[in-house]
């Protein structure tokens, strides 16, 4: 079994990372910065030091970049490289500012740019954080940085991660996915992991 490092899992599971990592081929380690989510380890991903370098294989990180501010993102992102095997790869969704920031332009800040089980979103929450989970205590859904496709991917290079995929989805989704190894692969090697864990639109 390989292992999977699921970071700010939220009270979610491997069941709700990609297509890729739900083939029974993989194991899962939950970790999150809040204790009522009953992680396996509770942790932030600038302080992973509960797991030991080069311990797990992969690493599943959404919507949680943009929760730290950004001169906390190249430290986050040293100890994705830190804990994964010399083949591990990471995979990151993150918000698209760039899709978000055309609905600003048009006036339509505060406007539901789609529906969620938890509501209407609009582009501030997508900017600056879900307003409703803040506004009932919970802080930790506060956005602090964001991402563009070109600024992800060179974030991610900038920390030396070697092989980058990247795949933007607009509206109705407002979404960005990366993908990175931490060693250099074959392109093909990329595309065909690209293809097991973006999503197919």
């Known amino acids: 079994m390989k292992t999977l490092l699921h970071v700010g899992c939220g009270r979610k599971n491997i069941g709700s990372t990609t297509t890729g990592f739900i083939t029974g081929d ?22 992973m030091s509960k797991v030991e370098s080069a311990s797990v294989d ?7 970049i943009e929760h730290l501010y950004p001169h906390d993102v190249p430290v986050a992102l040293l100890e994705f490289k830190r804990v994964l095997t010399k083949g591990g790869f990471v995979v990151i969704t993150c918000p698209d500012l760039q899709s978000v920031a055309e609905l600003v332009a048009k006036d339509k800040l505060t406007e539901p740019a789609y529906n969620s089980p938890a509501g209407p979103i609009s582009p501030l929450d997508i900017m600056y954080g879900h307003r409703s989970s803040m506004s009932k205590g919970n802080l930790y859904m506060a956005h602090r ?6 600024v992800l991917a060179s974030t991610l290079r900038e920390a030396g991660f070697k092989s980058i995929a990247t795949f933007r989805r607009a509206r109705p989704y407002f979404d960005l996915f990366a993908l990175a190894t931490k ?18 639109s």
Request: aromatic share 8%; charged share 30%.
């Open 183 to 200: 060693e250099g692969v074959e392109e093909e090697t990329i595309r065909k992991l690209a293809r097991l864990h973006f999503p197919l």
């Open 26 to 47: 993989w194991s899962e380690i939950r970790l999150d910065i809040d204790p009522s989510a009953q992680p396996d380890i509770v942790g932030t991903m600038t302080d």
């Open 145 to 150: 940085c964001g991402f563009t496709k070109k």
């Open 58 to 64: 992969a690493i599943y990180s959404s919507h949680n």
